[in-house]
């Protein structure tokens, strides 16, 4: 027997989705002599959604009746890489707050070039160059020049 | 009148600053464009938060500067490299690479420039005459017309993605879902904020974009580790002198070409949704259909390359005409322009040009001057380019990975901004892997509130719902969202199934209904030209049957 597609997958979880959605609409604060409920349009989206996810499914269904190959099956592609971005930048995010955005900064695009570039001695050194330019530059531009107040780090400020 | 408002314009715009910042705009749109895996959209999104301290004018000035730019500069790839800078210029690589190749390298890139500038201007000057033509067919809309405006937007912009439409109506109904999370701009009521508290104020619309467009698209370019560590141009290449004269030369000789081309990139344009992704490859497509020798395109002939580069820059003016006369995004970049107005509080309608001449000008004058700064960076941005090519992707990816988090903070001055780029960088990574077009979705995102605030008015005024359906202009635009949905498959049958004769002729019979409603003498005129050219089609159609047996109604079965 055939394994559903990638697709299927997608519009069943779409699916799911929809109807969770649907129902927090019922927990929205009613509004009196509005002329509109504010549940009318999501409503509407997510009966829209559902129809296509269902359209979608079905035609998933029919493929693999049909003995047609039917969408993707499982990614054959790593996707490793992307993972490691994904996760570098989320660690990124949550020792911003301690380390502030110069140090944090720093140390991701130093991390980042590490991780998908050459190791060497000689590349290390162009990658730390390269960390400490671009940021330090990207911080003094938002900090001087735009007047942002980018975080500071409960480090510095100890 | 139309002088007068360009004067002010004109004084308002050409400042030292904004012309200081529309070059520096226009310099990073050539570098960026001609980079492959960055796109137009990548390099505007990525201008926005440099933006928002500014006035609109300066700030559109250094957007218009970076989409023209980026827009001119996606052909260098083509001519050096073989690449597509971007995808608005994939057309131009069938002709400049070989001409590059051919030992013309200078000559390619030199009609690339020149005929990307033609193709600007023809468009600029017809943005100046076209959009407030617009608006004031734009005033005739009510609600209901407005609600199946952005209804046509969306089918549209789903109908590109071919054979996965249905993965398209599924990302433009996300992008209007997503709109719904915050407070509703109506009754101020919070909708699927789940008790997180930034969530009341909605996503907002740069991260969401950088997320989905720069982010996601940059860790596509570095699944492929290898690739990403070697240099796209080799240490010692050589950038070839620009020949500007013989360049010229070819336009003044294909002038047609150019001229033919552009009002082709211009319609394309003022399409809601179509972008100059399709305009740089229909354009090349119609020019090689209209040449005496078509056995010559692809091999590095000077008009495939003025076709291709002259459509895509002239499509950049259609798209501003239909945003600034009617308020809906004419492609993906003026999606994001729409969304950075709107941070300044200004939302583009068929009013906008009238009540707001000195930006709306400002915005046509602010066009045309970038062509000609972009067209005088192309030379020192071509050596920039050669320079960075040398830089491999990773290192670039990691800055401009750090690059977006700290523009998305500025936003707000918030974390929670970061974070949502994050998870949108996730979702419009695997939306891409699953094969879900992002464009859509982008226009769901920004135009899901005007649908529901027209619906809302809709239904204030009349609680009869047969207006959406039976008012002219609505029937229009319901007509055309139709037809659109069902255009992917009319491409596929075109020439194999019968049905696909008649696409075009009922097309056009039951958009005669429609236009004939509207009244008026050319109103009137245009539905019986279109009634007519339907039924003598279909006529025609029905007396020169297809050969027996080679094809039949519904199938692409032959034999």
Not at chain 2, 90 to 113: E, H, K, Q, S, Y
């Amino acid at each position: 027997m055939r394994r559903f597609s990638t697709d299927a997958i997608i519009a069943l979880v779409l699916l799911v989705v929809c109807a969770e959605l649907y129902r927090e609409t019922f927990n929205f604060r009613a509004v009196a002599f509005a002329t509109m409920s504010p549940a009318v349009w999501p409503r509407f989206v997510i009966l829209l959604l559902a129809a296509f996810c269902v359209a979608l499914l079905g035609k998933e269904v029919f493929a693999i009746a049909g003995g047609v190959q039917g969408g993707r099956a499982a990614p054959p592609i790593s996707h490793r890489t992307a993972a490691i971005c994904f996760g570098l930048f989320a660690i990124f995010l949550i020792v911003t707050p301690w380390l502030g955005m110069l140090i944090a900064g720093l140390l991701y695009v130093f991390i980042m070039q590490e991780v998908l570039g050459p190791r060497d001695i000689k590349s290390r050194f162009v990658h730390l160059a390269i960390a400490a330019v671009s940021v330090g530059g990207m911080w003094a531009v938002f900090t001087f020049a735009l007047r942002v107040i980018l975080p500071q780090g409960e480090l510095l400020r100890m | 009148m139309l002088i007068d408002n360009i004067v002010v314009a004109f004084a308002s715009v050409f400042t030292a600053y904004n012309m200081m910042l529309m070059a520096l705009g226009a310099f990073t749109g050539l570098i960026a464009g001609a980079i492959p895996g960055f796109t137009i959209t990548m390099a505007v999104v990525l201008t926005l938060p440099f933006t928002f301290g500014m006035e609109p004018i300066s700030g559109l000035a250094t957007m218009l500067g970076v989409y023209v730019g980026s827009t001119t500069g996606g052909m260098f790839a083509c001519a050096l490299i073989g690449i597509p800078g971007t995808p608005s210029s994939i057309a131009t690589t069938f002709d400049a690479f070989p001409m590059a190749r051919n030992g013309r390298p200078g000559l390619a890139v030199g009609i690339g420039i020149w005929a990307s500038f033609f193709g600007g201007i023809i468009s600029a000057v017809l943005l100046a005459v076209l959009a407030p033509t617009l608006a004031l067919v734009g005033l005739e809309f009510g609600p209901w017309d407005y609600f199946m405006l952005i209804a046509f937007s969306l089918t549209m912009a789903a109908s590109l993605s071919g054979e996965a439409m249905l993965k398209g109506l599924i990302a433009g109904t996300l992008g209007l879902l997503l709109a719904c999370v915050g407070e509703d701009t109506i009754n101020g009521v919070a909708r699927f904020t789940y008790g997180i508290e930034p969530l009341k104020s909605g996503f907002a619309f740069l991260p969401v974009l950088v997320g989905l467009f720069a982010f996601s698209q940059l860790l596509s370019d570095l699944s492929d580790t290898e690739k990403a560590k070697v240099p796209m141009l080799p240490k010692g290449s050589q950038i070839a002198r620009v020949e500007h004269r013989a360049a010229i030369r070819e336009l003044v000789i294909h002038w047609t070409s150019l001229v033919r081309c552009s009002l082709i990139g211009l319609f394309i344009g003022i399409l809601p949704a179509l972008g100059g992704s399709i305009s740089n490859i229909l354009a090349w497509d119609q020019e090689r259909k209209a040449s005496k020798t078509p056995e010559r395109f692809g091999t590095g002939i000077p008009e495939g390359v003025i076709a291709s580069e002259s459509a895509n820059n002239a499509t950049s003016g259609g798209a501003l005409i239909t945003m600034m006369a009617l308020g809906i995004p004419g492609d993906i970049v003026t999606a994001i322009m729409l969304g950075a107005l709107t941070i300044h509080n200004i939302a583009p309608s068929p009013t906008f040009i009238s009540t707001q001449p000195q930006l709306a000008y400002g915005i046509i004058i602010a066009y045309f001057l970038a062509n000609f700064v972009s067209l005088a960076l192309c030379v020192p941005a071509l050596r920039t380019f050669v320079t960075l090519m040398r830089i491999p992707l990773y290192a670039m990816a990691s800055v401009i990975l750090f690059y977006c988090a700290v523009g998305v903070f500025s936003l707000d001055n918030s974390l929670f901004d970061v974070w949502t780029l994050l998870v949108f960088g996730v979702i419009g990574f695997m939306l891409s892997k699953f094969k879900f077009p992002l464009a859509p979705m982008i226009l769901g995102v920004v135009l899901g509130p005007v649908a529901e605030s027209n619906l809302s008015r809709s239904l204030a005024t009349s609680d009869d719902l047969s207006l959406f359906f039976t008012r002219p202009w609505s029937l229009f635009f319901f007509v055309v969202a139709v037809f659109s949905i069902v255009f992917p498959w009319y491409q596929a049958a075109r020439g194999k199934a019968r049905w696909a004769e008649f696409f075009m002729p009922a097309l056009a019979i039951v958009l005669a209904v429609p236009t004939g409603m509207m009244g008026g003498m050319f109103r009137t005129s245009a539905a019986a030209a279109l009634l007519g050219f339907g039924l003598w089609r279909t006529v025609r159609q029905f007396h020169q049957p297809a050969p027996a047996g080679r094809w039949n109604w519904f199938t692409s079965r032959r034999g």
